[in-house]
T-cell receptor
Framework: GESVGLHLPTLSVQEGDNSIINCAYSNSASDYFIWYKQESGKGPQFIIDIRSNMDKRQGQRVTVLLNKTVKHLSLQIAATQPGDSAVYFCAENMGAGNMLTFGGGTRLMVKP | GAVVSQHPSWVICKSGTSVKIECRSLDFQATTMFWYRQFPKQSLMLMATSNEGSKATYEQGVEKDKFLINHASLTLSTLTVTSAHPEDSSFYIC????????????FGPGTRLTVL
């Protein structure tokens, strides 16, 4: 859901470590979930997606886990790099006209 | 992947003026586009759904007379902020779904509006 008026939580990790960013979604009927990366002053950039009939999907250095029982989504980034520093948003698609609902976002800071 | 562009990328205007923001899908057609606004350190909030050939659908609390949306063609949607005020200053982002089973959405780079 939306997080109006709240500051973004921050996750600070050391370069080379793995990062885990969590997200709780709101609608049990959502069937498609996406993680986006947003750098300062830019639009969201697609990272990875997952359908509701899956519980895990892997990309090049990223893995998304879906737990429908508790409506929880996580993004794992392996060997985090300074270029990964950004705000990460999860989004859910409730299937009605392709509308996306965004989570509150997490700022990832990578320390060299 | 599909590309969505926005113009302008940054605009500064005086209070009371109207500002038009364009959103274009460059290499695909989009019968639907979405407009979001984002305040600093906050998430994206959906403002409205732009529909080619019909009226836009606005989210609750969004004034349709203030935020005029026109989906002129299958590749262009415009958002006009009428009689802008400082509280309208924000980052406006559009997106367009790429036709497919799960309709992956591609986002524009955003337009930063500053109203003095």
């Amino acid at each position: 859901g939306e997080s109006v008026g709240l500051h973004l939580p921050t996750l600070s990790v050391q370069e080379g470590d793995n990062s885990i960013i969590n997200c709780a979604y709101s609608n049990s009927a959502s069937d498609y979930f996406i993680w986006y990366k947003q750098e300062s002053g830019k639009g969201p950039q697609f990272i990875i997606d997952i359908r509701s009939n899956m519980d895990k999907r892997q990309g090049q250095r990223v893995t998304v886990l879906l737990n429908k029982t508790v409506k929880h989504l996580s993004l794992q980034i392996a060997a985090t790099q300074p270029g990964d520093s950004a705000v990460y948003f999860c989004a859910e698609n409730m299937g009605a006209g392709n509308m996306l609902t965004f989570g509150g976002g997490t700022r990832l800071m990578v320390k060299p | 992947g599909a590309v969505v562009s926005q113009h302008p990328s940054w605009v500064i205007c005086k209070s009371g003026t109207s500002v038009k923001i364009e959103c274009r899908s460059l290499d695909f057609q989009a019968t639907t586009m979405f407009w979001y606004r984002q305040f600093p350190k906050q998430s994206l909030m959906l403002m409205a759904t732009s529909n080619e050939g019909s009226k836009a659908t606005y989210e609750q609390g969004v004034e349709k007379d203030k935020f005029l949306i026109n989906h002129a063609s299958l590749t262009l949607s415009t958002l006009t902020v009428t009689s802008a005020h400082p509280e309208d200053s924000s980052f406006y982002i559009c997106s367009a779904p790429f036709t497919g089973q799960y309709n992956e959405q591609f986002f524009g780079p955003g337009t930063r509006l500053t109203v003095l």
